[in-house]
């Protein structure tokens, strides 16, 4: 490697190291952590998404059962095609948010920090006159089986594939992961007429982060997602959520990177 490309390197090196100190480390002085290798669940899909290594030989395949620190009961909890979550799976305690403004949803559920954090996101987001819409939070599995099958039947198995998880690898189902939308009476009725405006989903990609909501599925990053674009899809990760931004690190990639480097 010659000097410029180790002068590169650094960076991204400090990066690791600061998020691994701030947030992980702490993690792993906890034997429960340690202990929760009953999360490791290998999607049959395996394959298919190593692609992204082919793709971009700099960001190493996920090290299967070595993620222990994204598998804790926290707002690290990793979900993913190649990592799905148990049959038994139970999020985190969650809280109900009805009272949230412009929530598609009669029975919001969040888990209690991600949620006061949206509260925070709407307001800010009303104070510079975009009202937004929640259209979508916490799902059971046996509501995220529900909306797999509905797809699946409309559309066909490869589009449902492509936009929807299937049951145990969706983030909905961990109570940290939100859908979002214009703000529209018809969205309040009804969370299949929400949508979102280019500009609106501009505005979130930037702003959602300093509330610690990452876009979780953004453009021209299906080979690390395993997921198509979608603008609408914010997973809460807290502080880190705007330096994983800032380095155009998509959580999948940040996963792999800890993970080699563990």
């Known amino acids: 490697m010659n000097k410029r490309h180790k002068l590169v390197a650094w960076p991204f090196f ?3 190291c600061g998020l691994y100190l701030v947030w992980f480390y702490p993690l792993q002085k906890d034997t429960g952590v340690l202990q929760e290798t009953a999360y490791h669940k290998v999607a049959e899909t395996l394959k298919r998404y190593t692609i992204s290594v082919n793709v971009a030989p700099s960001v190493p395949a996920i090290v299967i059962a070595s993620d222990q620190p994204f598998r804790a009961t926290s707002i690290w909890v990793y979900v993913a095609k190649t990592a799905l979550l ?13 009272t949230l403004a412009h929530a598609a949803e009669s029975d919001v559920r969040l888990v209690p920090v991600a949620g006061r954090s949206l509260e925070r996101l709407f307001a800010g987001a009303a104070k510079d006159g975009r009202p937004l819409a929640l259209s979508s939070a916490y799902r059971s ?12 039947t409309h559309y066909g198995s490869a589009y449902a594939d492509k936009y ?8 909905h189902q961990t109570g940290l992961a939100i859908d979002i939308s214009d703000y529209s009476v018809a969205c309040l009725r009804s969370a299949a007429a929400c949508t979102l405006s280019s500009a609106t989903a501009a505005w979130l990609a930037t ?3 300093k509330f610690g909501f990452i876009l979780r599925y953004p453009e021209d990053k299906e080979t690390s997602t395993g997921i198509a674009y979608e603008p609408w899809h914010f997973r809460y990760i807290g502080k880190a959520a705007s330096a994983l931004t800032a380095a155009g690190l998509t959580l999948d990639d940040f996963v792999k990177k800890v993970n080699a480097s563990s």
């Open 14 to 16: 400090l990066l690791v």
């Open 86 to 98: 148990p049959d038994t799976y139970r999020p985190q305690k969650l809280a109900r948010f009805n």
């Open 141 to 152: 599995t046996t509501d995220q089986k529900a909306l797999y099958d509905t797809y699946r």
């Open 164 to 171: 929807v998880a299937q049951p145990g690898a969706s983030e």
């Open 207 to 209: 702003e959602a982060p």
